[in-house]
């Protein structure tokens, strides 16, 4: 069977530091992102330093810059529509002194996806909300609906339905799914032995998964990670992605660092690279070798693999 091609960026920043010395020697705070997306980085800047806010202030602030400059396409309302057109969204924010979480997926119709990962936290004893009633908790807690297509989500929906709804994601369905749309319904278990290919997430390239990721450390080296996204485009209806799963999309521990990573979600969840990368500083490694262990997991498995 042939592995799926997929690639994968991930940062690790550590934090071995002493504490007591970190603010004076330049070392803190710090802010550090996925990706060029420059307008966030200094936004979430500006909020921990300029406006002294906490370090989930400065996250969420810095993160909802991406999602209202919708970055890349890959983040925020009008982007990754699904094999319905609709677009939803998974975020996350974890406190890396308390190992709380906050987050949310496939979130229906509430555009400030980061800020409604920090109310699950701040205000549940829950750890992940989703679907529609994640969207009824984010009303309660007074955040807006609207819909989140796009003329351009909405184009690219209705150009994949051309091209009869290639690529997808569905396998050992009939009809067959590389050459139609659905309805799909499973095939029998003949079929399904007989089907050899592994047809695995091959779509998935730098365009389809430039997603942001942060982490924020404090002047004191308290630390905080988190995610937001749209996810894949033309995912299977009601699809979590690894954004919002501790240890996947993001990680962070108090005197160790924290980490973040995007790429094959579908994948990731089963490595969980950020916290490996995590524990692997843990362990006393560079962030370097951490990264590159985290990596290796997967490389290792998945032969066919682009290093973001």
Not at 13 to 32: A, E, K, R
Not at 44 to 59: E, F, P, Q
Not at 166 to 186: E, L, S
Request: charged fraction near 15%.
């Amino acid at each position: 069977m042939s592995a799926p091609s997929f690639s994968l960026l991930i940062f690790a920043i550590s934090v071995f530091y002493p504490l007591s010395c970190s603010s004076q020697t330049g070392l803190l705070p710090v802010v550090i992102n996925t990706w060029p997306f420059t307008n966030a980085t200094a936004a979430a800047w500006n909020t921990l330093v300029n406006k002294k806010g906490s370090i989930y202030d400065a996250l969420v602030d810095g993160c909802s810059v991406c999602e209202i400059e919708r970055c890349d396409g890959s983040v925020g309302p009008g982007g990754s529509p699904d094999e319905n057109g609709e677009t939803t969204l998974d975020a996350m924010v974890m406190n890396g002194q308390t190992f709380d979480v906050g987050a949310v997926g496939c979130l229906r119709r509430i555009p400030k996806a980061i800020a409604v990962a920090r109310a699950v936290m701040d205000y549940t004893e829950q750890t992940l909300l989703v679907g529609e009633l994640a969207t009824q908790f984010a009303v309660e807690m007074g955040f807006k609906e609207m819909n989140l297509s796009s003329d351009s989500s909405i184009t690219m929906w209705k150009d994949w339905k051309t091209r009869n709804c290639q690529p997808n994601y569905r396998t050992n369905v009939t009809p067959d799914p590389t050459k139609n749309c659905g309805p799909y319904k499973p095939k029998s278990v003949l079929e399904s032995l007989q089907q050899t290919e592994n047809r695995g997430n091959k779509n998935i390239g730098p365009r389809n998964h430039d997603t942001i990721g942060m982490v924020v450390i404090d002047e004191h080296g308290n630390i905080t990670a988190g995610t937001t996204t749209n996810g894949l485009n033309h995912k299977i209806p009601g699809r979590v992605g690894d954004s919002p799963i501790m240890g996947a999309g993001a990680y962070a521990m108090n005197g160790v660092g924290g980490a973040v990573a995007t790429g094959d979600g579908d994948v990731m969840m089963r490595f969980l690279p950020s916290y490996m990368a995590v524990n692997s500083m843990l362990m006393g490694n560079d962030p370097t070798t951490a990264t590159l262990s985290a990596m290796t997991r997967i490389t290792d498995y998945y032969l066919n693999f682009h290093l973001g």
